[in-house]
């Protein structure tokens, strides 16, 4: 198994931008495909953007493209996500996944290791 810790959320104003993390540890990231969900109140989670184990392979939701950009490092076991041009409805717990393939998911089933979450919000 692997730990998943997630940082970077806050308050911004919409328009702005924040970048999450989310720190690894207990095994090395570089053989997992990585993903951010997010789940406002009372809506279900969703997916927002996964990445393939050695970067090469993105896919984001459709709400997201464009604003939104997932990258990782894994010299430092870490991934990110780059949130640009902030909108309220982005408000949300972000969580950060893992799942050691080589496929890119973007279905949260598919991911067997889970941060605890950040809390984004975008004030109007």
């Known amino acids: 198994q692997v730990q998943l810790v997630e940082s970077g959320g806050g308050l911004v104003q919409a328009g702005g931008s924040l970048r999450l993390s989310c720190a690894a540890s207990g095994r090395t990231l570089s053989s997992y495909t990585m993903g951010w969900f997010r789940q406002a109140p009372g809506k279900e989670r969703e997916f927002v953007a996964a990445?393939?184990?050695?970067?090469?392979?993105?896919s984001y939701a459709n709400s997201v493209k464009g604003r939104f950009t997932i990258s990782r490092d894994n010299a430092k076991n870490t991934v990110y996500l780059q949130m640009n041009i902030l909108k309220p409805e982005d408000t949300a717990v972000y969580y950060c996944a893992a799942r050691t393939s080589s496929y890119l998911y973007t279905s949260q089933l598919r991911y067997d290791n889970w941060g605890q979450g950040t809390q984004v919000t975008v004030s109007s």
């Open positions: 990445i393939s184990w050695n970067g090469g392979s993105t």
